[in-house]
């Protein structure tokens, strides 16, 4: 009995490790959105920003090019392949709950403003990665100023 009780914590423990470290990777693909946002100042390449894509069960770092950032639309484009960073995928038993459809976290220089898809972002969003049966998850926000809270 006590064997099956140690199996039974030892895979909850294994569980919350896999999520606190597909969480740790999100973060660090938005703070390093963020990141090269800032650096977009200092390049010749038309790009207006970064941004973090959440779709199914991957999430995608983009830049988004254009002459005129004033017009952009400052979402991931599938159809445009020099969006393209990095993809990440999420382990085939996790899952993203992203709030209010939430799909792109973009970041403009020079402050970074923020935008959550495509509109200047207010209040805060949330982002929840869970296990596929929802029994244990994690969650992180992220505010108008692109601070991340857990």
């Known amino acids: 009995m006590l064997t099956s009780i140690l199996l039974l914590y030892n895979r909850s423990g294994e569980q ?27 390049t010749d390449e038309p790009i207006c920003g970064y941004g973090v894509h959440f779709e199914n ?5 983009f830049k988004e090019r254009s002459t005129d950032c004033a017009v ?3 979402v991931y484009t599938i159809a445009d392949p020099q969006e393209l960073v990095e993809e990440h995928k999420l382990p085939s ?9 939430l799909q792109n976290i973009f970041f403009m ?8 898809d495509g509109i200047f972002a207010s209040g805060e ?18 505010n108008s100023s692109g601070q ?3």
């Open 16 to 42: 919350q490790i896999v999520l606190f470290k597909e969480k740790a990777s999100v973060v660090g693909l938005i703070l390093k959105a963020k990141s090269l946002s800032l650096n977009t100042l200092i």
């Open 57 to 61: 069960n991957s999430y995608i770092l």
């Open 72 to 74: 952009s639309d400052r």
């Open 93 to 101: 038993s996790l899952n993203f709950s992203l709030a209010s459809g």
């Open 109 to 116: 220089p020079p402050d970074p403003f923020v935008f959550f």
């Open 125 to 142: 969003k949330s982002i929840s990665i869970s296990n596929v049966d929802g029994s244990t998850s994690v969650d992180l926000k992220i």
């Open 148 to 150: 991340i809270s857990q």
